[in-house]
């Protein structure tokens, strides 16, 4: 397993070691004991989506807070993390990495990050680890395009395919951390 740190402190790029022959191939995706952050995943996830949705900038506050180690299974996606730490030194700065089934790349998004994906193929199949349960009472947003930010999604804005909920959400400069 090689780790490669981001520019934003605790949040780091994980390449596992991946064996094939004429069979196919075998990785460990994750290992307890190996993994460089101290964390205990309690539940998983997955979403399958076509080429140009995006999910996301999403983050849950408070004692809900979750820190996410984030793959793809199937296809590709352009996956951001936004530091929104309030005392960070890279507050409102992001991170961006091309993930897929090619390069079997993760990335660990520690608590304190909003986190969202573009999906660059269709029938891409994204599947995450977190820290903590998801609490409905807790989610919160930043909206995808906010300008302070400055993401390239990599796709154009009329390729992006948004939820309601992700269309209305607010900027950083005006959510309560």
Request: hydrophobic share 40%.
């Amino acid at each position: 397993m090689n780790i490669t740190h981001t520019p934003l402190a605790g949040c780091f790029v994980i390449e596992p070691q991946v064996f094939g022959d004429s069979r196919g191939n075998f990785m460990e995706s994750y290992n307890q004991e190996k993994f460089p952050a101290k964390v205990q995943f309690v539940q998983d996830n997955q979403s399958t989506s076509q080429k140009g949705v995006l999910r996301g900038l999403h983050f849950q506050k408070g004692e809900h807070a979750q820190a996410k180690l984030v793959r793809v299974i199937r296809g590709e996606v352009l996956d951001i993390a936004v530091d929104i730490r309030p005392n960070s030194e890279t507050f409102g700065q992001h991170f961006s990495i091309v993930l897929n089934d090619t390069n079997n790349k993760q990335l660990f998004v520690p608590r304190g990050f909003a986190h969202g994906f573009a999906v660059l193929e269709d029938d891409t199949i994204f599947a995450y680890k977190c820290d903590n349960f998801w609490n409905k009472e807790s989610e919160s947003g930043i909206m995808y395009n906010d300008p302070d930010i400055a993401i390239d999604w990599m796709l154009s804005e009329d390729e992006i395919v948004l939820s309601d909920k992700d269309k209305i959400l607010p900027t950083l400069k005006s959510i309560t951390l």
